[in-house]
């Protein structure tokens, strides 16, 4: 059990507590109508996050009967029950310090989304996803690197897609030239990766004699060397009080938030976070699902307040390969599923609303019996953020063999 008034004053959210936000964010929509450069970013919540409980269906009985033992309780029962949301669904607990920014129409949940394909495959189904191809093994790019790659106007920033994973993740593997910093402390050549250093000098003038296709590579990849030193440079103090928590997903908001703040030209960004596979023990108001979700809405609602007024530039959108059973299985769980549920936070969001056409949990509407079916496809939610904010004209380049169906458009963004 957790005390959530505990937890929002010791993560320096106390001022997000029932619903207020800070003045600085009031700012926002005056912000919002400077033609500023808008940035995407696009977060995976790799082993298949339970939407169900995540935004939970608390008007359908259904839900909990099929969820003895880890439904999230109606509201109204306590400080661990569901935070209503507009009368039929409500949210985790433990995503209470986003709860101040759907109320304040800057975030919204799309549920029943996801992708059409029906593998239960974590792999294929990330593959299918990152690639915006459902169900194509051949595909061999991903698709924020098409958007990115088709929006060329001008001179662009090195620095316009980048991942703060490990390694390139599918979804920005392709010709946009995406970069990976795992740690903005340790990108670049030489102590701090300082490119005015003796080692970068060195290797510039090396690469400087090399053929031109190569020569090219090596400059644009110094200058986003300049560019990272020129973040770290402006500091990596947090705004307007923002406290991320401990651990590498918060670590990689900060790093973004820090990106955006210097002004390098990022366009898109991308950052996972694992841990959602819970097929044992996954708990309702606690348990494993709960202790995930808190430092996950932790961490995005610290990335939002660091931006303050630069929010209205910037949308963040969540996704997970697929959802997780309606019913709970033996072992108080969840298997792999369907449908799931995706957040929308930022500038441009239409909140406050919780988007989608829900199918209902009765035998009759499941996906093959067991699993929520998929009402919006995710690539749709997609192309609306990435036409309406980024301005990408070609979406049947950035989601080739799918048509997008404006009759589809959710109105998400504006």
Do not use: C
């Not at 507009?86 to 310090?97: I, N, Q, V």
């Not at 990330?126 to 929006?151: I, W």
């Not at 988007?355 to 019996?369: A, I, M, T, V």
């Not at 699993?371 to 004209?393: H, N, P």
Request: charged share 25%; proline share 6%; no cysteine.
């Amino acid at each position: 059990m957790f005390d959530r008034r505990i937890f929002l004053k010791s993560s320096g959210l106390a001022l997000f507590a029932g619903g207020f936000l800070p003045n600085v964010f009031l700012r926002m929509a005056e912000a919002g109508t400077a033609a500023g450069k808008k940035t995407i970013v696009a977060i995976f919540q790799r082993g298949a996050v339970d939407g169900l409980n995540v935004v939970v269906p608390h008007g359908e009985k259904l839900y909990y009967d099929a969820r003895p033992t880890i439904a999230v309780p109606r509201p109204g029962a306590g400080d661990e029950a569901a935070i209503d949301l507009d009368g039929f669904f409500g949210l985790h607990p433990a995503m209470e310090p986003l709860l101040p920014f759907y109320r304040n129409g800057l975030a919204a949940f799309v549920h029943a989304a996801g992708s059409p394909d029906a593998t239960r495959s974590h792999f294929d189904a990330q593959d299918f996803m990152e690639s915006g191809t459902p169900g194509v093994k051949t595909t061999a790019d991903g698709f924020l690197s098409r958007a990115v790659a088709g929006r060329v106007e001008g001179r662009t920033s090195p620095l316009r897609a980048v991942s703060l994973t490990p390694t390139l993740p599918r979804i920005l593997s392709g010709s946009a030239g995406a970069v990976t910093i795992p740690d903005l402390e340790r990108f670049g050549v030489g102590k701090r990766g300082d490119p005015t250093g003796d080692a970068s000098r060195l290797l510039e003038s090396l690469y400087d004699r090399a053929d031109p296709p190569l020569r090219a590579t090596a400059r644009e990849s110094f200058e986003a060397m300049r560019l990272v030193e020129s973040a770290r440079a402006a500091g990596g103090t947090t705004e307007n009080g923002a406290e991320y928590p401990p651990g590498p997903f918060g670590a990689a908001l900060r790093q973004i938030a820090r990106l955006i703040r210097a002004d390098v030209g990022l366009e898109v960004a991308f950052a996972d976070v694992g841990g959602w596979d819970t097929h044992a023990g996954e708990g309702g108001t606690t348990g494993q699902l709960s202790t995930r979700l808190r430092a996950y809405s932790a961490a995005i609602a610290a990335f939002a307040r660091d931006l303050g007024p630069q929010l209205a530039d910037v949308t963040l959108v969540t996704m997970s390969e697929f959802g997780r059973t309606v019913r709970e299985n033996g072992n108080r769980g969840t298997d792999h599923g369907h449908a799931n549920a995706m957040l929308v936070l930022g500038g441009g969001v239409r909140g406050g609303r919780v988007y989608g056409k829900w199918p209902g949990l009765d035998e009759s509407h499941l996906f093959e019996n067991r699993d929520v079916a998929v009402t919006t496809d995710f690539r749709d939610v997609f192309a609306e953020i990435l036409a309406r904010r980024l301005g990408v004209r070609d979406l049947d380049l950035v989601f080739p063999g799918y048509r997008i169906d404006p009759r589809k458009r959710l109105g998400l963004v504006a």
